[in-house]
């Protein structure tokens, strides 16, 4: 059997069923049961592998693996983070069939073990460590302490490449925090959610909601001229489209960064999209009278042939086959995003 590598995201609602958010679908684990497994269910392309076993618990707690809660007041999408799944030490989670390339990662947590409301539970303690792709990308991570409070969404933001098609994230207990709280065996890593989409699908989505900053390292923080950075990264899109006839040239990128030509904005006609992500030639787009125009140095704008009701280029993750992923949950604005309204409007649940 050949896999072939066509994916671009994947969407999983951890020790859950499959619920739809934002036309998002996010398949469900829950599936899976309990206890130490190796489950790489059929039709997605996924696969989760738990190891170790809640020994000093006496039995008591065969259902550890999975985790839910009643107390959804302080959540949105409660729907997504009322479940969980959990491992007494480690939890691995695998993509596979990736199109290699950069990634963006997102982990999706909520404490629901611990309740704040009861004196007792307030001085539970879970921590663990994250890898992505063998990095440790954070040591001893505590959900309750980042998300201020237990019942809040915490949602975590990392970078990826995919070199070999494959994408492994990893959560590893390394004995500390509290085992007692609130009965004997409750510790290890615990995740609500994870959602992983293509960069540049990400950047075209950004670009749209008017957040390209957020694509830029915060570490930076203030230390760097925001114009000149958006003008870079809109001449970055433009020049990753897949179909070489409407990249620009080299000589009209050094004119759109020394801004001696102005750099037009993504269409937002969905249409212009086929399904592998590629830019259809405009000549196709009979619906708007537009023609393809391949770009010239000497031409004061991109394209002019374009109708004025659109920009240059349009992103609609509807269109694009198995991208759902344009659509998080929430904009990104920095690497760690914590999320405490209440909002389940948006959601349908579908029953796996």
Known sequence: MILVADYQSLHINCGGQDVTIKNTKYEGDRFAGNGATLNY???TNW???STGDFMDDGGGNDNGYTLSTNHTSFMNFPELYSTARASPLVLTYNGYCLENGNYTVNLHFAEISFNDDELYNRV???IFNIYVQGRLEQKD??????ANGTGKVIIKRFNATVANNTLEIRLYWAGKGTVYIPKTGNYGPLISAISVSDQIV?????????????LVDENLANEFNKKEAERMIKVALLSCNATPSLRPTMTEVVSMLEEQTDIQDVISDPSIYNGDLQLKPLEDQSSTGSSTQKFSSDQTSLLRSTTSAHDLYSINSESIRGLTSAHDLY???SNTISLNQKDSSSISHHSS
């Open 331 to 333: 904009p990104l604005s």
């Open 141 to 146: 991570f505590n959900i309750r302490e980042e």
């Open 202 to 214: 990400t950047a075209f989505d950004l670009q749209q909601k008017g957040n390209l900053m957020d």
């Open 124 to 126: 539970g303690r879970r």
């Open 47 to 49: 696969g989760f592998i």
């Open 41 to 43: 269910p059929g039709g």
